[in-house]
């Protein structure tokens, strides 16, 4: 196999919403309940939810793909200083084919990866009614005209189980078996029950009966904390997929997992090269603490559960591809991570193919793209016409014509300003967001 015979699928993208985005969705005398987005007399744009008198905006590492990277920073950004493919569609399809990525999970951005942003609204009803138009553009505008090409997920009402399940039953008649989840949804809104109560048995077993795959994104539990203000932020930037360990342990106490064979999660932007002290640890727990801690884990080690449940992906890990065999070669999935500034588009197939390029093809094929069409129970080669199709070399054909140079936003960038002699800080990030005035950078960082 050479670097072109890759078919690429990526289980960790995300979409900057257009402002357009309820228009087609909700009957016009709803529309002044739903969120818009706003541009300000100054310039500063944001979503303002004014039925709810909620507002936040787009963090700007969020979408900083295809500028240099002495631009990137937090600042808020509006969508005309991203690319386009950031927030359309055909746009996204474009440089997916340019950076040769076949097939994309995208995550929403300003209502947070996992929905959260509504789920604190004061008219439950209306939130709900917004949950569901959000979704019918994601599945219906989105994804939809481009068959094969992004794996629909949905986001959920989940302050109520019943809601909850009515809105996973309509996205699975709407050809949906994806969801947003959050690792560990009690942190995330009020009155939200943790994962390990009954109140969620309602959800577990649709997700089972319905092969519904929950799809856990960083930062959507336990938060990733700075070490401290004065920490330079490369060094969060360089533990924050770690951070989900904590997550990702959690799920796998679950008990739901030994009574729903069906039930999958993903673990989004956590990368793999840790995974194997995670299992060799959860195994030593519970052979040398079983007695007290009492966890049945249904006569299998927690190491084979999560291997019969779980789902991991990375952007660059050379250290996991290396010992694919213990984080285990059916678990492993790719990520992009478009338009954030983890993504190494346009170079994608280029830098997957370092980390994968010397193990056996059996195992390439299933990092890529195989593990991730069986875990989602889907077949994008097959309505693609075939891997002479799908691959790198077949996509990049298609986008001989795609301007990938990098642009500056001169006068619009999103560095923190400061003393460039020295690093950026936490306390620079902070400092800077707190500094705009359209939300709290605390409740809407990620």
């Known amino acids: 196999m050479n670097m072109e015979d890759q078919v690429i699928a990526s289980v960790d993208d995300h979409i900057v919403e257009p402002p357009t985005m309820f228009d087609q969705h909700v009957p016009a005398e709803l529309l002044a309940k739903m969120p818009r987005y706003i541009t300000d007399p100054d310039g500063n744009a944001y979503w303002h939810w004014a039925h709810e008198d909620k507002r936040t905006y787009n963090i700007g590492l969020n979408a900083v793909v295809g500028r240099p990277k002495e631009e990137y920073g937090m600042e808020p950004m509006n969508i005309e ?41 004061k008219d439950k009803a209306n939130a709900e009614r917004v949950i569901q138009a959000y979704n019918d553009w994601h599945i219906d505008e989105w994804c939809a005209p481009y068959p094969g090409r992004f794996i629909p997920t949905a986001i959920l009402p989940l302050w109520d189980i019943d809601a909850t399940v009515r ?95 069906n039930l999958k999660i993903s673990l989004s932007e956590g990368g793999i090269g840790w995974i194997p002290y995670m299992l060799e640890r959860a195994d030593f727990t519970y052979k040398h603490h079983g007695p007290w801690v009492r966890c049945d884990w249904g006569g299998k080690l927690p190491s084979e559960v999560f291997r019969e449940h779980f789902l991991s992906c990375f952007i660059d890990d050379k250290f996991g591809c290396r010992h ?123």
């Open 81 to 121: 200083q991203m690319r386009p493919a950031a927030w359309q569609a055909a746009a996204r399809i474009d440089d997916m084919n340019v950076s040769g990525i076949y097939t994309s999970l995208c995550f929403g951005t300003f209502c947070g990866f996992d929905g959260h942003w509504f789920w604190s609204a």
């Open 167 to 261: 809105e996973v039953k309509r996205v699975v008649a709407k050809g949906c078996r994806s969801v947003s989840f959050s690792a560990n949804p009690s942190v995330r809104a009020e009155g939200i029950k943790p994962v390990h109560d009954p109140f969620w048995d309602p959800f577990w077993a649709i997700c089972d009966d319905e092969h519904v795959v929950l799809n856990c994104h960083i930062g959507t539990g336990q938060s990733p904390l700075y070490a401290s203000e004065q920490s330079p932020i490369s060094a969060w930037i360089s533990a924050m997929p770690m951070a989900i360990g904590p997550d990702a342990l959690d799920l796998l106490h679950l008990r739901a997992l030994l009574r729903h064979p």
């Open 324 to 446: 694919y065999e213990e984080v285990g070669e059916d678990n492993i999935a790719y990520e992009c991570d478009y338009p954030h500034s983890d993504c190494t588009w346009p170079d994608v197939a280029e830098d997957l193919w370092e980390n994968v390029k010397d193990l056996p093809d059996r195992v390439i094929d299933k990092i890529t793209h195989a593990n991730v069409f069986n875990f989602y129970e889907i077949d994008p080669i097959a309505v693609g016409g075939g891997r002479q199709n799908c691959n790198v070399g077949a996509l990049r054909s298609r986008a001989t014509g795609v301007d990938t140079r990098i642009v500056s936003m001169s006068g619009k960038d999103a560095r923190v300003q400061g003393n460039v002699d020295k690093p950026v800080t936490a306390r620079d990030v902070w400092a800077t967001l707190a500094g705009h005035a359209n939300a709290s950078p605390k409740q809407e960082s990620d």
